[in-house]
């Protein structure tokens, strides 16, 4: 399928303002609506990865897919990785971003808009009723919390997340990071969208469930 000069230029845009050093990690989340929102979000805000971690047996014998509809056909151009091994997870996001953020109610959390987002990171979310488990916290370097002022304690999952991105975006727009610019490190992911929209890349090449070492190193990490 041939792409016209006025997608080309509107795929051009929106990958110079992808922000590749940013990325969500969704662990044992079950509903495919939120994942899928989630997504759609991300999309929006500019990130370009997603990693779903699923640790629990129930949630391990099921393949918990991005919403069709809720994804609102972002996952086409977005990157989905699945995983079942924290450690080789994190492994392959320490390999990429530089700080790993996570939300917690826990005394050292501190308030989201005290953090510095323009920073390379990764926004580890848990599970929409237990959270992040203790076997994840070790990976991640500083907790945080949104702020609330009601009878309730938390979130929905897809509502944390967005608020948290788009202060990541509220940051990163003030500081001039979403340019008008395709840098060298955007060209191949450019080439990529393009033979997306020509129907030439099957999206499901992502959705593969990484479990160990040598299945890390086939996601690209080195």
């Known amino acids: 399928m041939k792409v016209n000069k006025r997608r080309q230029e509107l795929i051009s845009e929106i990958v110079s303002k992808r922000q590749l050093d940013l990325c969500v990690v969704l662990e044992n989340v079950q509903d495919d609506h939120n994942i899928g929102a989630v997504l759609r979000t991300g999309d ?3 990130i370009q990865e997603l990693y779903i971690l699923n640790t629990e047996p129930l949630i391990k014998k099921r393949f918990v897919e991005v919403g069709k509809r809720t994804s609102a056909g972002t996952r086409k151009y977005l990157n989905v990785f699945y995983y079942n091994d924290p450690e080789a997870c994190f492994s392959h996001i320490k390999s990429k971003y530089k700080r790993i953020l996570g939300t917690s109610l826990g005394e050292k959390s501190v308030s989201l808009y005290k953090l510095d987002l323009t920073e390379s990171a990764a926004f580890v979310f848990g599970n929409e009723k237990t959270g992040i488990t203790p076997g994840t916290q070790p990976y991640i370097e500083q907790n945080f919390l949104i702020p609330m002022n009601g009878f309730a304690q ?10 948290s991105l788009y202060e990541c975006y509220r940051q990163r727009e003030q500081k001039g990071m ?3 610019a395709i840098q060298n490190d955007k060209q191949e992911l450019l080439q990529h969208y393009l033979e997306r929209s020509r129907g030439k890349v099957n999206p499901s090449v992502d959705y593969k ?3 160990s070492d040598t299945d890390n190193k086939l996601a690209g990490n080195k």
């Open 209 to 211: 469930i990484f479990s």
């Open 154 to 163: 938390s979130l929905n999952i897809s509502v944390a997340c967005a608020i």
């Open 178 to 180: 979403y340019t008008d």
């Open 44 to 46: 929006a805000v500019g």
